[in-house]
């Protein structure tokens, strides 16, 4: 008998306003202190139908990150239970990156102990713990000390990659002999600092060579063909847009949007509230970010 799903969905209460974004379009100070959550890791069982692709053994998935992790939580898990029958736990928060899933570290978070990394692979034993983070680049998270890429890219990068290091090392600690393949999500094009995400998006592939990890080029389905790097608010639909109503948002011109308005970052068309929600309309950046992260980890659990 397959075992139950797990659906965490965690609603962080800090605001959303710029979660993840570049200097230039973020606040500058840290934000208020979040009211500690009611619930954590909060769960509902379901079942899905098995797809007939479906492994003989259903994997256990364990989703991290900050605001594009937010806005997909829902629709990643139900790619991965309809595709892979997968036991699914997500416990994202808004305006988080790498130090804030840290524990030990005595310093103010965005995330409540109990959903730390670590503490998350004690209780929930993961497969894959999947990680999607843009790379906080300004001061809204107290965990980064100041430290912001505008002011000084050399000191976020040294400290971005010494985060990836011991974060890293704290989910195989705890893993311990049944350790989770981490998979790193490559982000998708940035228009106002083109060179901090794909240099990040390097450190991510860097770190999962070194550890025998995996990445998820997520981003790379919301590029354009041949220009990896490239910001564009819609791209040309898909086999699998034109095969679901809607998901083209632009038949006429065989185009799809990825962002609403000026929104630059998130994928989500809906208007983001000053809640951070899992994104409530249908919105094809985001499946196609949910579909590329269910085929990494398709190929690792099909792999011989």
């Not at 000191?155 to 790193?184: E, H």
């Not at 679901?244 to 998130?266: I, N, Q």
């Not at 809640?275 to 659990?301: H, L, Y």
Request: proline letters at 10%.
């Amino acid at each position: 008998m397959r075992k139950p799903w797990i659906v965490g969905s965690l609603l962080a209460g800090v605001l959303l306003l710029g979660a993840c974004s570049d200097p230039v379009s973020g606040p500058q100070e840290a934000p208020p202190s979040p009211a500690p959550p009611q619930v954590s890791a909060t769960t509902t069982h379901q079942r899905a139908p098995a797809s007939p692709k479906a492994p003989a053994v259903a994997p256990r998935v364990l989703y991290l990150g900050d605001s594009l992790a937010m806005e997909a939580q829902n629709v990643l898990g139900e790619q991965l239970r309809t595709d892979l029958a997968a036991t699914y736990t997500s416990a994202p928060y808004s305006g988080t990156t790498l130090c804030d899933y840290l524990e030990g570290t005595g310093k103010r978070s965005l995330v409540p102990a109990a959903d730390k990394a670590a503490a998350l692979v004690r209780t929930r034993h993961p497969d894959y713990v999947v990680l999607q983070f843009w790379g906080n680049a300004w001061p809204y998270t107290w965990c980064m000390d100041g430290i912001t890429y505008d002011a000084s890219p050399q000191r976020y990068f040294a400290r971005y990659r010494a985060d990836l290091r011991r974060l890293t090392g704290q989910i195989a600690d705890a893993g311990g002999s049944r350790r989770p393949k981490i998979v790193w999500v490559l982000q998708g094009p940035d228009p106002i600092t083109p060179d901090r995400v794909r240099r990040v998006n390097e450190m991510y592939e860097r770190r999962a060579a070194a550890s025998h990890d995996v990445v998820s080029d997520a981003g790379a389905a919301v590029s354009p063909a041949g220009a990896r790097y490239t910001w564009s608010q819609d791209l040309p639909c898909t086999a699998y847009e034109h095969r679901h109503a809607g998901y083209c948002t632009d038949p006429g011109r065989d185009r799809t949007a990825l962002h609403l308005g000026k929104d630059y970052l998130h994928f989500c068309l809906a208007p983001t509230t000053s809640a951070p929600r899992p994104c409530p309309a249908r919105s094809p950046g985001i499946v196609r970010i949910a579909r590329a992260i269910t085929r990494t980890i398709a190929e690792q659990v099909r792999a011989p």
